[in-house]
């Protein structure tokens, strides 16, 4: 069997600092996997600069110059980092056989590739890289990040536990990908529905090389909110409950204050009734807006708007795509 064409996609967001370090290590990678005949001579390193505002994208070009195994796509602004992953990993999918996602920053161990080509050899089509240790992130990062799991288990979005987005899809699952066309995306959610045999690898997370984060708690809350309403309807569901619940207080509420009013004890009572309607309008408004955040989400699917636009190439990925193989 020849070896199978791997391409590395790689997410940039305002990188300058860590692309000149983490760029030589994917190098070194892609060769020592080229050198142990595990993957072809034709595989590629693919960043996906993400609408950067520093210098990410004249690095990429001038790497792309240097040396083919470098390549570059750009967005036409900034989409954020599942929209990058998503246009990298499209834009791959005919000129491979198999990709890996990776954030650039150096924090996912590159030598957990060499585990999950092999799992590929062994017939898996999507390999997820899990994370062994979080003992470099800070101890907020970690126990939000913990919760974070927690929350969207409990809230019915499976997802596979402490896996980012550092995995290996095979140009089938891809392709198999490439047909749900949602545009809210969460991909660490969404390709675990592709099916295929798969597998998990572990892998110790490092600290960020150089630059810092882009994941403040206000995007990761973001994050595990689109989690839940882009896979479950639970929300809903419990909402529907906690209705019949409040409905069902009421019911025994109205007969008590029949009774209090029947046997003449009813006092005109404002504070109550007060604190009755304050309590329901703010349950309704909280209910209203957990549903209209699903309209949100329906709005934004029904307009069908591009998930990525390449606005820029590097040499080889403004080729037509390579005939069959
Ligand atoms: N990233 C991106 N677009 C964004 C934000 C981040 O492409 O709008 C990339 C970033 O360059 C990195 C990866 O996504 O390769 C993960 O980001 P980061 O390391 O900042 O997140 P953390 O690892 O702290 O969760
Ligand atoms: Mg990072």
Redesign the pocket.
């Known amino acids: 069997m020849k070896p199978p064409i791997l391409y590395i996609v790689?997410?940039?967001?305002?990188?300058e600092e860590v692309l000149p370090v983490t760029s030589g290590l994917f190098r070194e990678k892609l060769r020592s996997l080229t050198e142990k005949g595990r993957i072809a001579e034709e595989s590629r390193v693919l960043f996906?600069n993400?609408g950067s505002k520093d210098r990410t994208w004249e690095i990429i070009c001038g790497l792309s110059r240097q040396d083919e195994h470098f390549q570059g796509i750009a967005q036409s602004r900034?989409?954020?980092?599942q929209n990058?992953v998503l246009a990298g990993l499209m834009e791959a999918m005919d000129r491979c056989d198999i990709t890996i996602s990776i954030?650039?920053?150096g924090?996912d161990d590159l030598d957990a590739m060499d585990k999950m080509v092999d799992a590929w050899y062994d017939g898996c089509e999507i390999v997820y890289g899990v994370r062994d240790s979080r003992e470099t992130d800070t101890f907020f990062?970690r126990t939000t990040a913990q919760g974070f799991y927690r929350f969207l288990k409990f809230m019915g979005a499976e997802v596979v536990y402490n896996h980012?987005d550092y995995r290996l899809m095979s140009a089938r699952a891809l392709r198999e990908f490439a047909k749900f066309r949602e545009v809210n995306l969460y991909l660490r959610g969404m390709v675990p529905l592709v099916g295929f045999r798969s597998t998990c690898v572990s892998y110790d997370r490092h600290e960020?090389l150089a630059g810092?984060?882009?994941?403040p708690l206000r995007k990761m809350l973001g994050l595990a909110f689109d989690g839940v309403t882009s896979l479950s309807v639970k929300p809903i569901r419990m909402i529907t409950l906690s209705g019949l619940f409040i409905s069902l207080l009421s019911f025994i509420a109205i007969i008590w204050i029949l009774i209090t009013a029947l046997t003449g004890h009813a006092v005109a009572g404002w504070a109550s009734t007060v604190t009755i309607v304050c309590f329901i309008g703010g349950i309704l408004t909280l209910f209203l807006g957990v549903i209209g955040e699903y309209i949100g989400k329906i709005y934004l699917e029904v307009k069908d708007r591009p998930r990525y636009i390449i606005a820029d190439r590097t040499g080889e990925m403004a080729d037509a795509c390579p005939p069959e193989r």
């Open positions: 790689v997410p940039c967001y305002n990188e996906v993400d900034n989409r954020g980092h990058a954030d650039c920053d924090q990062k980012a960020r810092k984060s882009h994941y």
